[in-house]
């Protein structure tokens, strides 16, 4: 990088006899005056360097000067405070994407909330269900399709929510930082929908214990011993539908538990 007083002097000679007598050479290195300083105190920044970050702009700071007052010699103001904010966009974007990245899950969310109006329901459900998939999310959440797909994928990448792909069927589940943002943030959730792997368990057993013997009790009914005219083989055709049915209730109750 060169010094201080050829930067002043190239820039004093451009204002004096025009843009067009700058050769190529000086604006490549204008320019990469310009990508370093910028990178060095962005870097320096992100880092927290302040150390860094204060030398350096010390070091700078005759530079900006003597440039500062040879642009104010130029016909070209306007040119100059165009550039200027094209660089001030340039830097504080680049501030903000990394002030976004920085942020936390929580404060990811937080905004996710407020800009998508679903995202609340789709979680409490995601919460309180396993492998749900898109169309049953829709027609549960009465979301619109486009509405419901675009609400994952911001909740997918923030890592809220996973995507799981089984041949051309997709299911949805709340990743562990999901499933803690859901807990903390919907008081008495778990009260709402309590389950219990063991007592579900035995109360299956249970309801299949008593409908069995309630089919056993009709098929006495239907005078399997008394008649003895009647095939084995329809017996079991009958005691099958009988079962069939009885899972089918069995289901629907479940459901409607």
């Known amino acids: 990088m060169k010094d201080i007083v050829y930067y002043t002097a190239e820039l004093k000679d451009c204002i004096h006899k025009g843009n067009a007598n700058v050769s190529e050479q000086t604006i490549e290195e204008f320019t990469e005056l310009l990508e370093i300083s910028v990178d060095f105190c962005l870097e320096a920044y992100e880092r927290h360097d302040l150390k860094s970050l204060s030398i350096f702009l010390e070091e700078q700071r005759t530079l900006r000067r003597n440039l500062t007052e040879e642009l104010r010699n130029s016909s070209e103001q306007l040119l100059i405070l165009s550039s200027k904010i094209v660089q001030n966009y340039n830097t504080f974007n680049k501030l903000l994407r990394d002030a976004y990245d920085a942020r936390g899950f929580e404060e990811e969310m937080e905004l996710i909330e407020q800009g998508y109006r679903y995202v609340r329901s789709i979680l409490r459900y995601l919460y309180r269900h396993a492998h749900v998939q898109h169309k049953v999310l829709k027609e549960n959440l009465e979301i619109p399709a486009s509405t419901l797909s675009d609400s994952l994928k911001v909740l997918e990448q923030v890592g809220c929510v996973e995507k ?11 990743t562990v930082e999901g499933k803690k943002y859901v807990h903390d943030r ?13 007592v ?16 056993s009790e009709k098929a006495e009914s239907l005078g399997y011993e008394k008649n003895p005219g009647v095939s084995y083989k329809k017996r079991q055709k009958i005691f099958v539908e009988q079962v069939i049915r009885t899972g089918e209730k069995m289901g629907k109750s479940f459901c409607m538990g």
């Open 164 to 174: 799981i792909e089984s041949g051309k069927y997709s299911f949805y589940n709340l």
């Open 200 to 215: 579900f368990m035995e109360e299956r057993r249970n309801m299949v214990k008593n409908k069995l013997q309630c089919v």
């Open 186 to 198: 919907e008081k008495g959730i778990d009260e709402e929908y309590i389950y219990d792997p063991d």
